[in-house]
């Protein structure tokens, strides 16, 4: 786990600390204000710290902190090499208003409080994913730790906010290249990586690019090093390959799309990290799941359709009891095995008519909704979804971990793919 002291400057206000510091410096009155309302563990940079931790014993001590009196007491406490003489100088060379102290006070303490909300939040997400603990005592814990993080006035926003911090840090850290990702940059935007132990459902009505939409996550996630498995009840092994390799030939440039790019691309796919099965009956995916995850350490599982894969058919069992199985079944195996799994799903007639898609549309049961972590919706408010060039949007219907939300994504026809709107590769 990332030292919250790395956090960025986004979730720190380092001039408003610096203020701090230099009132403490020029005026009594002020100094006394801020004493009463932080701590040094409330400011983000180390440097800081240490200065307010050495006033904080100059001034408990009975006496004023001044330059000379907190130089002195950093190096009675071996950490004036830390801070050094120029910056001391830097935060002397510091004027704000003495009115003004409270104010520039409380930024550095609402930013210690937010930062405090990312840290609550990632460790309850970390312990979540780790070691696979309950769902929703891990969420009671963690709004219960929020809450007590949260100050007068806030209280109506403070899990909003907790979420836009959360994803804010998240999405710098180092650690996010640890974990694969979507293929397109606005839905990275909302989703963030992919931890593990999700189950994520992507609709759309037949033809309406739901195949697609996947392999190209699926290419994005194997030509960044992540292991990947592509489980297809439809297509042979032959055709998604030939789709994978014209994905790729699609992205090279201007006037290369010749035998020798093809001959290329498929000596690249073959070294890459991608399982390409086709499956058919749900005993069938779950052996090859635990197969390749076991021997080639598989963390994506991709599952093109749930309504079509079979099973054992129970005497009296109806269709929506079927797929509400094998959702249920799907979703307890990305829990137990650590992986994502992302299966593509259709509309029901109803949805397939509809504008505008909800989760009440999604074919054959409602427990799929109750299963997914995620569910997102691919949609055309155009009549005709498979014929033309144009905008796509993805709904992000549901999201467990986070906010719910919708991007557009661009339909290029004559490459069947699909594009971020401001992608200018083609």
């Not at 940059?185 to 992507?202: D, H, N, T």
């Not at 155009?382 to 906010?403: F, L, M, V, W």
Request: hydrophobic share 40%; proline share 2%; aromatic share 8%.
């Amino acid at each position: 786990m990332k030292n919250m002291e790395q956090t960025t400057t986004n979730l720190a206000d380092i001039e408003a600390e610096q203020a701090c510091l230099a009132l403490l410096l020029i005026n009594n009155d002020a100094c006394d204000i801020i004493m009463s309302m932080l701590m040094h563990q409330m400011f983000a940079d180390n440097k800081h710290k240490l200065i307010f931790e050495a006033a904080s014993k100059i001034f408990k001590d009975g006496n004023t902190p001044d330059r000379t009196t907190i130089i002195r007491e950093l190096k009675n406490n071996g950490k004036f090499h830390e801070v050094g003489v120029e910056y001391m100088v830097q935060i002397g060379n510091y004027f704000p208003p003495i009115e003004a102290t409270e104010n520039i006070a409380t930024i550095v303490r609402d930013f210690y409080i937010r930062r405090e909300k990312v840290d609550v939040m990632h460790k309850s997400i970390s312990e979540l994913h780790q070691y696979n603990t309950d769902i929703d005592e891990t969420s009671r814990k963690c709004i219960e730790q929020l809450a007590e993080t949260s100050t007068k006035g806030t209280e109506n926003h403070w899990t909003l906010d907790a979420m836009h911090d959360y994803e804010l840090w998240y999405s710098q850290q180092n650690e996010s290249n640890a974990y694969p990702t979507w293929a397109f940059s606005a839905l990275r935007s909302i989703l963030g990586p992919l931890l593990g132990s999700e189950f994520i459902v992507v609709a759309a009505i037949p033809g309406g690019g739901k195949t697609t939409f996947l392999l190209q996550n699926a290419m994005d996630q194997a030509r960044l090093g992540f292991s990947v498995l592509f489980c297809s009840i439809e297509m042979g092994i032959s055709q998604l390959a030939e789709r994978v390799v014209r994905f790729d030939l699609m992205r090279q440039p201007r006037g290369r799309c010749d035998p020798l790019s093809f001959s290329e691309c498929l000596g690249q796919w073959r070294e890459r990290p991608i399982e390409l099965r086709n499956v058919q009956s749900l005993a069938h995916i779950e052996n090859v799941i635990r197969w390749s995850v076991t021997h080639n350490g598989v963390r994506v599982v991709y599952v093109d359709y749930l309504q079509i894969v079979s099973t054992e058919v129970k005497k009296g069992e109806s269709y929506a009891e079927r797929v509400g199985m094998i959702s249920k079944r799907l979703a307890m195996l990305a829990k137990q095995l650590k992986i994502n799994i992302i299966a593509a799903s259709q509309f029901n007639r109803e949805g397939s008519k509809s504008g505008k898609p909800t989760l009440f549309d999604l074919r054959g049961s409602g427990e799929i909704e109750q299963d997914a972590d995620r569910v997102l919706l691919l949609y055309s408010k155009e009549s005709k979804q498979n014929d033309y060039d144009g905008i796509r949007t993805c709904e992000i219907a549901k999201n467990r971990y986070g906010r719910a939300g919708s991007i557009n994504l661009l339909w290029v026809d004559t490459l069947g793919m699909f594009t971020d709107m401001d992608e200018n590769n083609f």
